[in-house]
């Protein structure tokens, strides 16, 4: 099984972890990743808030430098996934935008590049059973949120792998790791995402009803799968601990570490120490397993 | 919402404007208030997303430019998930926001649109985004130097904030990009 992997550009900074750990996974798996060379910023939300042409171009640019090697482009942030995802609807369904998306970035491209995300390749092309099978540790019954966000699951039209309101693939990993994925109501609710230092007082009000709710729902951790909604979990629980009075300590892990875990990969590519909560639940709930195993 | 119209005024405004940009036709909304319900940042803004665009069709102006919730809005998509009649309100948000600028609306409280320069200038010049000269340019234009200070002892030490930018990238398409798109208008 062979991808073009593109990392985006919190790989290379906030998301760090959540780059090595599903590198980690891929490996254990026998899943190649092949980086895309010369891959360049899809744009995020400051493209799309500013232009449309310019957010379409930034993106495709890294889709039809992919088309040559003709695989599949798999990609961890969501946010990423998104715009990827968008550029290819724009070029596709509408001419107009093709056009001026080929002039801006001087050539052609037609939309035709599939765009996946890795826990869609997970599930879809490589199983729960294939990867039941290379696990070596359990998340032994640790309640785990699974937290999904926006930009993973909508717009329906264009992200299409997972129910908007609903959606069930990440669950479905936790499962087959052993662990117990609470069922919550606050899957796809919104962190505030990149108003993370231009309105601070938003994401910090967001980000606490998500992780009372996810406390409420008796969850010991929350998985993600995007790079914003990582930092702005993990990070602003200092200030809900210092504006509000309010302690959670909910360690926030990429569903991609949990997986490393339970694949026995190196602690440095795991990269829970990158964690602002320490999550010792985690690795007790996989340590008690393992001992009560010998 | 109080919301007056003149008796025999023509609607024109600014809707035709954000319908081209946007691709999206306004006139089918019946003001349900779904999007307004699932929105996150509704209860923190002045106009909520029906709001929004029950003004745009009864033709406001540029004074709509103003509002809040053009730069509080995260674009989250809930609003378009809901929407029954498939209205993409996040588009018109994105066109909203671009007239914003264009036009000189007021400076939003948190000064997203310099946010969205600092980003988008390192994007332009590494080719991909360089988190250190992109906070030092929003944080010297805003002068917030200190919110957040505490956490980045520790970001840095763990390797979450990048000391150096990234050198990889295809820079000169990226380039060629900018110059072609919002430099050129
Ligand atoms: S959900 Fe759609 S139809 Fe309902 S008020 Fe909002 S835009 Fe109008
Ligand atoms: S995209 Fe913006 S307007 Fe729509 S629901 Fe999300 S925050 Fe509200």
């Known amino acids: 099984m062979k991808y073009t992997y593109y990392p985006g550009c919190s790989a290379e900074s906030t998301s760090r972890d959540q780059h090595t750990s599903s590198k980690a996974v891929a490996e254990a798996l026998g899943i190649d990743f092949i980086e895309l060379k010369g891959w360049s910023c899809c744009g995020s939300t400051p493209a799309h808030q500013t232009d449309r042409v310019l957010a379409a ?25 998104s715009r990827l995802k968008t550029a290819n609807h724009e070029v596709s369904s509408n001419p107009g935008m093709r056009q001026k998306v080929g002039e801006a970035m001087g050539g052609e491209y037609d939309g035709s590049v599939n765009v996946r995300h890795f826990i869609e390749v997970l599930i879809h092309d490589l199983g729960l059973g294939a990867l039941q099978e290379k696990l070596k540790y359990s998340l032994n019954g640790l309640k785990v949120a699974p937290y999904y966000g926006c930009l993973l699951v909508r717009p329906r039209e264009i992200m299409g792998f997972d129910d908007p309101e609903n959606p069930t693939s990440m669950d479905r990993l936790i499962t087959a790791m052993g662990g117990e994925s609470i069922d919550w109501p606050h899957k796809v609710e919104c962190c505030g995402g990149g108003l993370a230092l231009t309105r601070t007082d938003l994401v910090i009000s967001l980000t606490d009803s998500i992780l009372s709710m996810a406390e409420a729902a008796g969850a010991e951790c929350i998985a993600v799968a995007c790079p914003m909604c990582q930092v702005n979990l993990d990070m602003r629980q200092l200030d809900i601990e210092r504006n509000r009075g309010k302690q959670y300590n909910l360690p926030i892990l990429y569903i991609t570490q949990l997986l490393a875990l339970c694949l026995g990969a190196s602690r440095e590519k795991t990269g829970l120490n990158k964690l602002m909560v320490p999550p010792e639940k985690v690795t007790r709930a996989v340590i008690s397993g393992v001992s009560a195993a010998t | 919402m109080t919301i007056r119209i003149k008796k025999g005024k023509k609607i024109n405004g600014i809707i035709s404007s954000v319908q081209e940009m946007s691709g999206v036709d306004l006139s089918v909304c019946f003001q349900c208030k779904k999007c307004t319900s699932g929105c996150p940042v509704s209860a923190h803004s002045e106009s909520p997303p029906a709001e929004i665009i029950r003004r745009l069709q009864l033709g406001a102006g540029n004074e709509i430019l103003d509002s809040d919730l053009i730069w509080t809005c995260a674009s989250c998509e809930t609003c378009f998930a809901r929407c029954p009649m498939r209205i993409d309100t996040a588009a018109v948000m994105d066109a909203l926001r671009a007239l914003a600028m264009a036009r000189g609306a007021k400076v939003p409280a948190g000064n997203a649109p310099l946010f969205n320069k600092a980003f988008l200038k390192t994007v332009e010049i590494f080719g991909r985004t360089y988190d250190l000269g992109m906070i030092a340019a929003y944080k010297i234009g805003t002068s917030t130097y200190l919110q957040d200070t505490d956490k980045f002892p520790a970001m840095l030490k763990k390797g979450k904030i990048a000391l150096l930018p990234s050198w990889d990238a295809d820079k000169k398409t990226v380039k060629r990009i900018f110059n072609k798109t919002v430099k050129t208008r």
Do not use: F, M
């Open chain 1, 57 to 81: 171009s930034l993106s495709a640019a890294n889709l039809q430098l992919a088309q040559k090697a003709g695989r599949d482009v798999v990609v961890n942030c969501a946010s990423c996934y």
